[in-house]
């Protein structure tokens, strides 16, 4: 009887060794909170902007000035985004501002009237002029990113909780970015920036999974008139790309976030 005893107190004794041993090996290793913070995923964005293009061409005598201006849209936008926040302030126990800081990289398609001097014809008087051909592509643009944002985050993410299921996070920033742009009458490049907001919500279901609305209003081009790469002997062009909107829905998840800690009823002292 009293070695049943002294077998079941040992049992005891272990189970409550092993325990207390696991929880102080979690809390003994730990990564550092920017990695446990850290995100990566894809986008899809959409670009609205403006296109101006003003266009002179000599040709033997034939002199042909064609100025226009139109409102346009990315018929395509995929992306990849990385990022991180780091912690400012505790507002709650279920709240906390934080510094968002990321990266985005995007590709957009576009599909605008680009003159070109391969359409040229001539009516009936003599006259030249140019036909404007709707391809399916007629530009390409590569964006990157830096947004900065002030983030409140809620639940989960807020404190690197995995019994807390679900989070979100409101925020509002700025967004600088350098763009490059090509199409069949010029190629160049831009820097701008624009304020932005996003919104997301987050579960935790063995990692954090995440998805996000992001929506810019500024000034983002894709390249402008100073910046053009490109030109053609006796062809003067001028054109320009100039975003006024911008809007992107990520998802994401947070690789590190197996390491964060649960809090309970059995480790909370």
Do not use: H
């Amino acid at each position: 009887m009293n070695f049943k005893r002294i077998k079941f107190k040992t049992l005891c004794l272990g189970i409550i060794l092993t325990c207390l041993l696991q929880d102080a090996g979690a809390q003994w290793f730990q990564l550092p909170g920017v990695l446990q913070r850290y995100e990566m995923g894809y986008s899809y964005a959409v670009g609205m902007a403006t296109y101006k293009s003003s266009n002179n061409w000599n040709n033997g005598g034939n002199n042909l000035d064609t100025s226009f201006s139109q409102d346009v849209t990315s018929t395509a936008g995929f992306g990849v985004v990385v990022g991180t926040s780091i912690p400012l302030k505790q507002l709650s126990n279920r709240c906390m501002l934080a510094l968002g800081i990321g990266y985005n990289y995007n590709m957009f398609t576009w599909d605008y009237k680009s003159p070109s001097f391969r359409n040229k014809l001539t009516d009936g008087e003599g006259r030249v002029y140019y036909d404007f051909n709707e391809l399916p592509i007629s530009g390409v643009s590569l964006q990157m990113g830096l947004p900065i944002s002030a983030d409140f985050k809620f639940g989960n993410d807020a404190f690197l909780r995995k019994n807390v299921r679900f989070g979100t996070t409101f925020g509002a920033g700025v967004l600088p970015v350098a763009a490059m742009t090509a199409d069949f009458d010029n190629a160049g490049f831009g820097f701008g920036a624009a304020p932005f907001v996003k919104a997301e919500v987050g579960i935790f279901a063995g990692i954090c999974f995440k998805l996000r609305a992001q929506y810019a209003l500024g000034y983002l081009p894709f390249y402008d008139s100073k910046n053009s790469l490109s030109g053609f002997t006796g062809y003067d062009v001028k054109s320009s790309l100039i975003g006024k909107q911008q809007l992107s829905i990520s998802l994401l998840i947070m690789p590190f976030s197996w390491a964060w800690q649960e809090r309970g009823w059995w480790n909370t002292y």
